[in-house]
Nanobody, 124 residues
């Protein structure tokens, strides 16, 4: 069982930056594929980005490519989402997700564990 706890959300002006963190429990964090998803009010959950066991394998949604960066620190059991040039349309609850033993890609059903989410609000 893996527990995921997100932090770092908040209110930021358009053009600003935030860094989200997702702390994972468990001793096998390095074997999990990790991802960030987001869900805006009234919309379906949307893929943001994913990372494999190392930072050599990353994948981004077109909407965030070049602005967001996913990274991980296996020694700290933590995955990060650095968000720059934020836009009002980035406003959503951001969720961290983990898939045991494999890269998860962009489909939510592939992920085994989910955090509770952290709110990101970008004002115009």
């Amino acid at each position: 069982q893996v527990q995921l706890v997100e932090s770092g959300g908040g209110l930021v002006q358009a053009g600003g930056s935030l860094r989200l963190s997702c702390a994972a429990s468990g001793r096998t964090f390095s074997s999990y594929g990790m991802a960030w998803f987001r869900q805006a009010p009234g919309k379906e959950r949307e893929f943001v980005c994913a990372i494999g066991w190392t930072e050599d394998s990353t994948y981004y949604a077109d909407s965030v490519k070049g602005r967001f960066t996913i990274s991980r620190d296996n020694a700290k059991n933590t995955v990060y989402l650095s968000m720059n040039s934020l836009k009002p349309e980035d406003t959503a609850v951001y969720y961290c997700a983990a898939r045991a033993g494999a890269f998860g890609g962009s489909f939510p059903f592939r992920y085994d564990y989910w955090g509770q989410g952290t709110q990101v609000t970008v004002s115009s």
